[in-house]
């Protein structure tokens, strides 16, 4: 059995935990070498189901190792006995992201020096050592992690490339994109149950549409791309196809789900990641601005990213886009759920509706969080109950 760890960004780690445990995961705490996420313990073969599955995790790590290193000496004679062989062939590019601290290695550049070394020991030949990139384009090199604390080193190595929110289906962006993993996070989030209505009236380029019926269909996140595991050694491609197989049927029926954006622009983006996501004809996608959405009487549930911070020039516009959102929630959405990432609560108190903040989070580096209210009918008179989203620190290996 080995020691895994599912990084997320910070605030998203018991939903990533509750991601694993819904797969049958060993969980173990949610504090792994100064990392944000969570722990787990299982075979290769369950590392790569969970970067098949996994929807809010960031990446998957594989723990090589861990030893007290004080000196460059005992790093390269403890970094010589991990088993390299298993991660890396020869000839395989790396890539190191080193972080230290409180420890007398110090110095990040002279540790990822030292490694090429022992890597070479159990190999025959140091490997190309390469910047790491995540651009699409370029060959990823292995990503090698590697955090020195209070004069411990941890190794782990990457199990899964590019990071997991790049499904493969998003090649059209609209403004402020989010990212995959935040909007399935806070469809979870919002107690959104994927059998009931699901309305996001600024969709932008459809991310949380386009990753609610994902959802609803039980569609693997990861079914359209690669990773990292593929080219270890020993990885079996005919045991992977089988496991993709098996999770690739959804429900017969899926929820209503419409998305909604005054942008024409955006929802043509949106549309067009739609179809490449398979899930096109599961979302009513319509132009059209704030002030006409067209709820079903049916309750349901309304996930939204409006504009803030910025994404809009003045703070005059968003106080009046927030004003004239509540009253629209107020005459339309009586008896829905609504929930709204936002980076400046001040904004959500202009609805004049009763949000509670759910989740905090990063969002592209902005503080946000995730509020929710039940949209009672005369909700008008609520006020917000809110304090400033506090989320926690930035993950250092994300």
């Given at each position: 059995?080995?020691?895994?760890?599912?990084?997320?960004?910070?605030?998203?780690?018991?939903?990533?935990?509750?991601?694993?445990?819904?797969?049958?995961?060993?969980?173990?705490?949610?504090?792994?070498?100064?990392?944000?996420?969570?722990?787990?313990?299982?075979?290769?073969?369950?590392?790569?189901?969970?970067?098949?599955?996994?929807?809010?995790?960031?990446?998957?790590?594989?723990?090589?190792?861990?030893?007290?290193?004080?000196?460059?000496?005992?790093?390269?004679?403890?970094?010589?006995?991990?088993?390299?062989?298993?991660?890396?062939?020869?000839?395989?590019?790396?890539?190191?992201?080193?972080?230290?601290?409180?420890?007398?290695?110090?110095?990040?550049?002279?540790?990822?020096?030292?490694?090429?070394?022992?890597?070479?020991?159990?190999?025959?030949?140091?490997?190309?050592?390469?910047?790491?990139?995540?651009?699409p384009s370029s060959v990823i090199p292995q990503l090698i992690v590697v955090r020195l604390e209070n004069d411990y080193c941890t190794v782990s190595v990457d199990s899964s490339g590019d990071l997991l929110?790049?499904?493969?289906?998003?090649?059209?962006?609209?403004?402020?994109?989010?990212?995959?993993?935040?909007?399935?996070?806070?469809?979870?989030?919002?107690?959104?149950?994927?059998?009931?209505?699901?309305?996001?009236?600024?969709?932008?380029?459809?991310?949380?549409?386009?990753?609610?019926?994902?959802?609803?269909?039980?569609?693997?996140?990861?079914?359209?791309?690669?990773?990292?595991?593929?080219?270890?050694?020993?990885?079996?491609?005919?045991?992977?196809?089988?496991?993709?197989?098996?999770?690739?049927?959804?429900?017969?029926?899926?929820?209503?789900?419409?998305?909604?954006?005054?942008?024409?622009?955006?929802?043509?983006?949106?549309?067009?990641?739609?179809?490449?996501?398979?899930?096109?004809?599961?979302?009513?996608?319509?132009?059209?601005?704030?002030?006409?959405?067209?709820?079903?009487?049916?309750?349901?549930?309304?996930?939204?990213?409006?504009?803030?911070?910025?994404?809009?020039?003045?703070?005059?516009?968003?106080?009046?886009?927030?004003?004239?959102?509540?009253?629209?929630?107020?005459?339309?959405?009586?008896?829905?759920?609504?929930?709204?990432?936002c980076g400046d609560t001040r904004l959500l108190a202009g609805t004049g509706l009763g949000f509670e903040m759910k989740l905090s989070t990063l969002n592209g580096g902005l503080k946000v969080g995730l509020?929710?209210?039940?949209?009672?009918?005369?909700?008008?008179?609520?006020?917000?109950?809110?304090?400033?989203?506090?989320?926690?620190?930035?993950?250092?290996?994300?």
């Open positions: 059995m080995e020691s895994f760890f599912a990084v997320c960004a910070p605030g998203l780690e018991s939903i990533v935990a509750q991601e694993l445990h819904g797969l049958g995961l060993k969980i173990g705490s949610c504090a792994w070498s100064g990392a944000v996420g969570a722990r787990f313990e299982g075979s290769i073969h369950d590392a790569q189901r969970a970067n098949l599955l996994l929807r809010c995790a960031d990446r998957v790590l594989v723990r090589l190792g861990g030893f007290r290193a004080a000196a460059f000496s005992e790093l390269e004679k403890r970094a010589r006995r991990l088993p390299w062989e298993k991660y890396l062939a020869p000839g395989r590019p790396v890539a190191f992201r080193v972080a230290s601290r409180r420890s007398r290695l110090y110095h990040e550049g002279a540790v990822a020096m030292r490694l090429p070394g022992a890597i070479a020991h159990r190999l025959g030949k140091p490997p190309v050592v390469a910047k790491f990139s995540e651009d929110h790049r499904r493969g289906y998003r090649l059209a962006t609209a403004k402020a994109p989010l990212r995959e993993t935040l909007a399935c996070a806070i469809l979870k989030a919002s107690g959104w149950d994927a059998v009931s209505p699901l309305l996001d009236p600024f969709c932008g380029s459809g991310t949380i549409p386009i990753e609610a019926a994902l959802l609803a269909k039980k569609t693997p996140a990861g079914r359209a791309r690669r990773f990292a595991f593929m080219d270890w050694p020993g990885f079996d491609a005919a045991a992977w196809e089988k496991l993709v197989a098996e999770h690739g049927e959804g429900p017969a029926r899926a929820p209503r789900i419409m998305a909604s954006d005054r942008d024409a622009g955006a929802i043509r983006a949106a549309q067009a990641n739609a179809e490449r996501a398979g899930v096109a004809d599961l979302i009513e996608f319509s132009c059209r601005a704030i002030s006409a959405i067209e709820p079903p009487p049916a309750p349901g549930w309304l996930v939204t990213n409006p504009p803030y911070g910025v994404r809009l020039r003045g703070k005059n516009d968003l106080r009046d886009l927030y004003a004239q959102f509540g009253k629209v929630l107020r005459a339309k959405c009586a008896g829905w759920h609504a929930a709204l990432l509020a929710s209210a039940k949209l009672l009918p005369g909700s008008g008179n609520a006020t917000s109950r809110m304090g400033h989203p506090e989320p926690g620190p930035r993950p250092r290996f994300a």
